[in-house]
């Protein structure tokens, strides 16, 4: 059965560093999300992107914050500068009737 | 507001004991319903949907409207359940809005 998968698993990164998280959705589904989880903290919804453009997205999802789809098959979620709060598991999902999830990335900003 | 609740952090339960994980919601249009379950380091796999009322690894979840919950069930709790548990709900522009998750534990 095709996942969605995402990579890299874990990243330590320095405060004020760029990242850039990798996923790669399910080749039929056109619809492709971004949601983090703080730890403890519930899932929560950063970015819907739809034919090459955000169709929503949160207000956690700032200026700092982008997401591209470079190549027809993967899709990135870009922080510019990151900061400590940024510190988080990153879940991307793609969507045909239902979001199929990857298993995320989990980040560590120092 | 849109919200989903779960008002467990952890369940904890025997195994073959009934289990229920509680789960009510807010939102003001007619909502789409999800249970999805991660167990010990793997990936958020949906385990059900309202709209198929279907049954899967023996659990179920019926939508109350009057309640406004999504609660979900099973009648004999086995080791092999011992998750983490989120309600979601999908408004109307596809994304997901998440409860806080139910640690389930069932102990042999």
């Known amino acids: 059965e095709p996942e969605v998968t995402q990579t890299p698993s874990h990243q330590v990164t320095q405060m004020g560093q760029e990242v850039i998280l990798r996923c790669v959705p399910i080749s039929n589904h056109l619809y492709f999300y971004w949601y983090r989880q703080i730890l403890g903290q519930k899932v929560e919804f950063l970015v819907s992107f739809y034919n090459n453009e955000i169709s929503e997205k949160s207000e956690i999802f700032d200026d700092q914050f982008s997401v591209e789809r470079p190549d027809g098959s993967n899709f990135t979620l870009k922080i510019r500068s990151t900061k400590l709060e940024d510190s988080a598991m990153y879940f991307c999902?793609?969507?045909?009737?239902?979001?199929?999830f990857g298993p995320g990335t989990r980040l560590l900003v120092l | 507001a849109q919200r989903v609740t779960q008002p467990e952090k952890l369940l904890s339960v025997f195994k073959g004991a009934p289990v229920e994980l509680k789960c009510n919601y807010s939102?003001?249009?007619?909502?789409?319903l999800f249970w999805y379950v991660q167990y010990s380091r793997q990936r958020l796999q949906l385990l059900l949907r309202?709209?198929s009322r279907e049954s899967i690894k023996g659990f179920t979840a019926d939508l109350n409207k009057g309640e406004t919950s999504f609660h979900l069930k099973k009648p004999f709790a086995q080791e092999e359940d011992s998750a983490m548990y989120y309600c979601a709900l999908r408004d109307n522009t596809d994304k997901l809005i998440f409860g806080t998750g139910t640690r389930l534990q069932v102990f042999p």
């Open positions: 939102y003001s249009g007619s909502p789409e």
């Open positions: 309202h709209i």
């Open positions: 999902a793609s969507l045909v009737q239902t979001q199929y």
